[in-house]
């Protein structure tokens, strides 16, 4: 049985900084993109970020680019996401999403694998 297993999510302060993880079990995902989307209450869930198979290449939502890092460990079929200079706006359940392929994709339709969510909260 695949899982997504999301830690890590908090609440901090705006301008701080957050990591959060994402590890996967029951199939292994080193040849498929793997992505973060998150979703506040009473809106659609919206990409946020993701990463090749191999780690190389890299895709952003613009509300996120240059702030927040995504990041692979294949050894450990491990996901992260590293947040900086968080903003109100970035609060919401964040996601960890794998999808079949090494193509990089930011529709929700195309991934596959889902986590159950960790919740992150930025305070002005």
């Known amino acids: 049985q695949v899982q997504l297993q999301e830690q890590g999510g908090a609440s901090v302060e705006a301008g701080g900084t957050l990591r959060i993880s994402c590890k996967a079990s029951?199939?292994?995902?080193?040849?498929?993109?793997m992505g973060w989307f998150r979703q506040v209450p009473g809106e659609e869930r919206k990409f946020v970020a993701a990463i090749s198979g191999n780690g190389e290449n890299t895709l952003y939502a613009d509300s996120v680019k240059g702030r927040f890092t995504v990041s692979r460990n294949n050894a450990e079929n491990a996901l992260g996401l590293q947040m900086t200079r968080l903003k109100p706006e970035d609060t919401a359940l964040y996601f960890c999403?794998?999808?079949?392929?090494?193509?990089?994709?930011?529709?929700?339709?195309?991934?596959?694998?889902w986590g159950q969510g960790t919740q992150v909260t930025v305070s002005s």
């Open positions: 999403a794998a999808r079949r392929g090494m193509g990089l994709n930011n529709a929700i339709e195309t991934y596959v694998y």
């Open positions: 029951g199939r292994a995902f080193n040849s498929d993109t």
